[in-house]
């Protein structure tokens, strides 16, 4: 793979039900994996940076995995709720000050 | 704490006219700092970054241009717009010398060529 790619490209959930999206990225010359959350008309924020293979990072009903053998990631939400609707991107980099981002899962969470 | 401004939040342009966004950065020295844009149903694409004052790195081709005059500013130009610079720009930066740090993003511009 020589582009970071997240899948799917948009996923509507109903209110209370759990999902989980991918982000797959250049296994070799792997430094780190960001996830972020872009919310309309904000600026993207940070939610974890990823480095070790087997990484699980938790923050609230939100929770990430990494694997950096194979070369993806897993973005796990729980009980999804209205104001989880956002755009969730992923990016990728090799050690340097560029990182190459996904396209983003667009999430919808229906009340 | 750092911050990092970025602005208009809109703009719309016709054809053909010149183009200036602006980056601030404060609460940080020598950043490294970012243009990227996203089109209609497309990715986040690097358009420039810089490593420092007057040092500009350019990622793709275009009809665009970055300019770096002070530490923590960060200007993206054009001398005649085109349609297909429509798009949503945002202004980045992380700390020097690269690392696992990620960025922090401004808030954005939405620019629509008319």
Not at chain 1, 65 to 86: R, V, W
Not at chain 2, 4 to 23: D, F, M, Y
């Amino acid at each position: 793979i020589l582009n970071v790619e997240q899948s799917p490209q948009s996923l509507h959930v109903q209110e209370g039900d759990s999902t989980n999206f991918t982000c797959s990225f250049p296994s070799s010359n792997f430094y780190a994996l960001h996830w972020y959350r872009w919310e309309t008309a904000k600026s993207p924020e940070a939610l974890f940076v990823m480095t070790l293979n087997g990484d699980e990072k938790k923050k609230g009903r939100i929770s990430a995995t990494l694997n950096t053998k194979e070369g993806y990631s897993y973005l796990y939400i729980k009980g999804s709720q209205p104001e989880d609707s956002a755009t969730y991107l992923c990016a990728s980099t090799s050690g340097t000050y560029k990182y190459i981002f996904g396209t983003g899962t667009r999430l919808k969470v229906l009340a | 704490s750092q911050t990092i401004h970025q602005w208009p939040a809109t703009l719309v342009q016709p054809v053909g006219s010149p183009l200036s966004l602006e980056c601030t950065v404060e609460g940080t020295s020598n950043p490294n700092l970012y243009w990227y844009r996203q089109a209609a149903g497309r990715g986040l694409q690097l358009l420039f970054y810089s490593v420092g004052i007057g040092q500009i790195s350019s990622e793709v081709p275009q009809n665009l241009s970055a300019s770096r005059p002070q530490d923590r500013q960060f200007i993206l130009s054009s001398k005649k717009l085109l349609l297909s610079d429509s798009g949503f720009y945002l202004c980045a930066w992380s700390k020097a010398g690269g690392g696992f740090g990620g960025y922090t993003f401004g808030s954005g511009t939405r620019l629509t060529v008319v």
